[in-house]
């Protein structure tokens, strides 16, 4: 607890949750919503709790909702959720798993890190038991009085269904399953998960007659006030298919001085030491962005291991003129996907090929043969990131990547996408 607090991770906690840990070895978990295929960097920092509970010797347990993303938390939400089918929430739920093992160690003797599934315990519920021996615990008061049931109650429009009302129950109910099944006597979650743990904690008691804990981390939000996660494309992905590991690390290389002091904190494993000499270089040097780079190194690092890292490098390099050799159409298409571009005619490169000339006036790289001539012949014109010193060059299909791009580039870095189909 001590860890999560300088690290500025721990937003509330139960009374007498520091002490529970400091005490013994202890089981806690965080529940992870299936509702996508994949994580995403707005889930890292409940993440890093169950790493960080693993580091001082307690054993995390990463939940995969795969009953309760069935229903769907109301929590953050504004609108009924589109319900997933069965298929869907198996499949994103296996996709979970295989992210979590980035960064937890579920071999280790003393601690292991464990994943359970409450399809596992909610799949064969007795609606009438259930309703019997778990509902009766709930006031219906309570729950209306929740933040996430009162801010639906007060949209007349959606309002909330029955099935998410019922979400606080089934959550509750992990709890005390987890408790039963693992001796798990502690639930982490993000600050919107509040009243769903504490209500949990309240059916433990009331059902077992056992005292368990919750803490919470906060909702992170960047300088500008803006929810944590989202790039210019949209949410930032865990899952390199959905999110490539170039674009992954240029969103943490991307982050701004005001905000890298406390991503370096949140997302990697520094000491204090470490980050505050980050924070004062990147106060003396911020061109330098020291700081940034030792947050995209280390999470990407993590996330997308080393051959991730060192394409996201090579990729990066890329933009300012490193070699393109070895990386194929797709890297390409993913690096200069903001850049200018245009469409040409595969026949237009047949032949001899086209001259670079025309081609630059054509592309709007020039403004006009002779501009392109002069940029040229001052060494300011590159192909594929080679400089061309030949006013006569012609460029031919060879010359395209995998037989799809040219890349133009006037000076430093006025760069221009030739698709070729």
């Known amino acids: 607890m001590d860890e999560l607090h300088w690290r500025g991770m721990l937003y509330a906690a139960t009374d007498g949750a520091a002490e529970h840990f400091a005490e013994a070895p202890r089981t806690a978990y965080i529940g992870f919503d299936p509702s996508a295929a994949s994580l995403h960097v707005g889930n890292l920092l409940t993440i890093m709790c169950l790493v960080h509970l693993q580091r001082a010797g307690h054993t995390p347990i990463a939940l995969v909702g795969g009953g309760t993303g069935l229903i769907g938390d109301p929590s953050g939400k504004t609108a009924e959720r589109q319900l997933l089918s069965k298929e869907s929430a198996a499949a994103n739920a296996e996709g979970i798993r295989h992210q979590l093992e980035h960064f937890l160690d579920f071999d280790v003797k003393s601690n292991p890190a464990k994943m359970r599934n409450n399809l596992d315990w909610l799949g064969g519920l007795a609606l009438v038991d259930f309703l019997r021996d778990i509902g009766k615990h709930f006031s219906v008061n309570q729950l209306l009085a929740k933040e996430s049931v009162k801010r639906r109650l007060e949209n007349e429009e959606t309002g909330i269904s029955f099935t998410e009302f019922s979400y606080a129950l089934l959550q509750s109910y992990d709890f005390l399953q987890l408790y ?44 500008g006030g803006t929810k944590f996660g989202k790039s210019e494309s949209g949410a930032v992905w865990l899952d390199p298919a959905l999110t490539s590991p170039y674009r992954f690390y240029q969103f943490w290389i991307n982050v701004d001085d005001a ?61 300012f003129g490193g070699d393109i050799e070895g990386l194929g159409a797709d890297d390409v298409a993913d690096i200069f996907a903001d850049v200018p571009s245009s469409l040409l005619a595969r026949d237009a490169l047949g032949g001899s090929g086209r001259a670079l000339v025309d081609l630059l006036v054509e592309c709007g790289v020039a403004t006009s043969k002779g501009d392109a001539r002069r940029a040229i012949g001052g060494g300011g014109i590159y192909v594929n990131n080679r400089r061309v010193a030949d006013v006569d060059h012609r460029v031919g299909t060879a010359d395209a990547i995998d037989g799809r791009f040219l890349l133009l580039r006037k000076g430093k870095k006025s760069y221009h996408l030739v698709m070729v189909s």
């Open 180 to 223: 039963r099944q693992e001796g798990c006597t502690a639930q982490l979650g993000g600050s919107d998960q509040w009243g769903n743990i504490t209500a949990g904690a309240d059916l433990v008691r009331r059902v077992a007659g056992a005292r368990v804990f919750g803490a919470v981390v906060p909702l992170i939000t960047n300088a």
């Open 259 to 319: 905000d890298v002091g406390r991503y370096l904190r949140f997302f990697t494993l520094r000491s204090r030491e470490e980050i505050e000499d980050l924070e004062a270089k990147a106060g003396a040097e911020p061109q330098a962005r020291a700081a940034q780079h030792a947050l995209a190194e280390e999470v990407t690092r993590r996330v997308h291991g080393e051959s991730g890292l060192s394409a996201a490098r090579k990729a990066s390099e890329v933009l």
